[in-house]
């Protein structure tokens, strides 16, 4: 943070952003499709998981809030996140975000946001 952008934020702010989970996960969640209901894992995480990057390597820098990554997809990827991983592929896991600025919902993929 700049020094003056640091100072401009009041200390109640940093801590509310230091503080702030990079992930949610749940388990056993159930969700209704036309199906009928099924029982899922979610993940929430601003802009979504990575396809093609090791799935336990996003979420440990996840979980971790590890900082020391130079570009975080998960919070910052637009094409790149919003697909399902592969390593989630046919494990009844759903992924919510928001990020990219339009309202989509798929096959266990919600992306939300506003429509223009």
């Known amino acids: ?10 200390d109640e702010h940093k801590r509310f952003l ?5 992930i949610h996960e749940e388990e ?8 009928g209901e099924i029982i899922c ?5 601003h802009a979504g ?3 093609t ?5 996003q979420l ?8 020391r990554v130079p570009k975080v997809q998960m919070f910052s990827g637009r094409q790149d996140v919003w697909d399902t991983p592969k390593d989630l592929t046919g494990k009844q896991t759903v992924i919510v975000s928001g990020h ?13 946001g506003y429509e223009d």
């Open 1 to 10: 943070m700049g020094g003056d952008l640091r100072k401009a934020v009041s």
């Open 18 to 22: 230091h503080d702030l989970v990079w």
């Open 28 to 35: 056993k969640v159930p969700i209704d499709t036309d199906e």
């Open 41 to 45: 894992n979610l993940i929430s995480v």
């Open 49 to 51: 998981l990575e396809r």
């Open 53 to 57: 990057i090791d799935l336990n390597e």
């Open 60 to 67: 440990r820098v996840l979980r971790t809030r590890d900082t």
């Open 100 to 112: 990219h600025g339009k309202l989509h919902i798929g096959s266990l993929r919600f992306n939300g």
